[in-house]
């Protein structure tokens, strides 16, 4: 059973809690000029914004990329913490894509690091892979596979990199692991 005192208590609460809501209700509505204007924009528009026609439905063909080197003009998706990006590589057959970063690690230039991107972007999925290459300096991607028809291929193909002293390195984007090259070895 319910107290007459507790009553009283949460019928006054109630009371007090919405006068509160209408003083703050006329505030706003007499309020500053200057807003009432955006208020007043903000209702008309409010109510024709909206369509009750249906978005169409996005089309489900794959939108391939071909393979492309990136600039270091390009935004990188990777904190400068992690990544000191010198260049990029860029595919994508319009399900699965892939974006490679080649640069030093974000807190020691000596350390090179290759950050490996793969977007599965039917599921909307994404994985990062850090692959540090050792103590050779900022790495570049000197050649990678480029052009259309290569889209699926190259997503576990080779990226040759560059180390600051001109060693060359091998990244196996299967695998995400990279192999020093001997100097004077031909590549193909």
């Not at 935004?75 to 894509?97: A, C, Q």
């Not at 570049?140 to 997503?155: D, K, V, W, Y």
């Not at 990226?159 to 590549?187: F, M, P, W, Y």
Request: hydrophobic fraction near 45%; glycine fraction near 14%; charged fraction near 15%.
């Amino acid at each position: 059973m319910l107290s007459l005192r507790l009553a009283a208590a949460v019928v006054a609460g109630l009371a007090v809690g919405a006068g509160g809501g209408f003083a703050l209700a006329g505030a706003v509505r007499g309020g500053a000029p200057e807003k009432a204007g955006a208020l007043a924009r903000l209702a008309s528009v409010a109510t024709t914004d909206s369509s009750a026609e249906p978005a169409p439905v996005p089309s489900s063909e794959p939108q391939p990329i071909p393979g492309r080197m990136l600039g270091s003009n390009v935004p990188v998706p990777i904190s400068p913490s992690i990544l000191r990006e010198r260049n990029g590589w860029l595919v994508s057959d319009g399900r699965t894509l892939v974006a490679v970063y080649a640069g030093a690690a974000g807190s020691d230039p000596e350390l090179g690091r290759v950050v490996v991107v793969r977007q599965n972007l039917a599921a909307g999925k994404q994985a990062i892979r850090i692959v540090d290459a050792g103590r050779t300096g900022a790495l570049t991607i000197a050649s990678a596979p480029l052009g259309a028809s290569i889209e699926t291929s190259a997503q576990s193909g080779e990226l040759r990199l560059e180390t600051a002293g001109g060693g060359q390195i091998l990244l196996d984007l299967a695998t995400a692991k990279v192999s020093h090259i001997a100097h004077g070895v031909a590549l193909p």
